[in-house]
């Protein structure tokens, strides 16, 4: 079992940036599919990015695309989000989780879960 700690979150003025951090303890981080996603108040939790476990496919949404990117470090058991150029729109608690598919974008399909860090984008 792999459990998940994220970082990394924070008040930021629409334009900025933050990289958040998701720490992984447990042997199967390096073999897992990893994603990112978010949940804005009153709003379903969506898929933000994916990266398989080897870093070759990646999947950003169309929301994001451009502005984040998402990445890993399998040595480091550490899986990241770059956020640039943030929005108001970004603001939302931010989760990290893994999956044992091979590769899936569905939140649903993902079988554990960190604790989520708050990102809040101020106009």
């Known amino acids: 079992q792999v459990q998940l700690v994220e970082s990394g979150g924070g008040l930021v003025q629409a334009g900025g940036s933050l990289r958040l951090s998701c720490s992984a303890s447990?042997?199967?981080?390096?073999?897992?599919?990893m994603g990112w996603f978010r949940q804005a108040p009153g709003k379903e939790r969506e898929t933000v990015a994916a990266v398989s476990w080897n870093g070759g496919t990646t999947y950003c949404a169309d929301s994001v695309k451009g502005r984040f990117t998402i990445s890993r470090d399998n040595v480091k058991n550490t899986l990241y989000l770059q956020m640039n150029s943030l929005k108001p729109e970004d603001t939302a608690v931010y989760y990290c989780?893994?999956?044992?598919?091979?590769?899936?974008?569905?939140?649903?399909?993902?079988?554990?879960w960190g604790q989520g860090t708050q990102v809040t984008v101020s106009s």
């Open positions: 447990g042997r199967t981080f390096s073999r897992s599919l």
């Open positions: 989780a893994g999956s044992k598919q091979g590769w899936t974008i569905w939140p649903k399909e993902y079988d554990y």
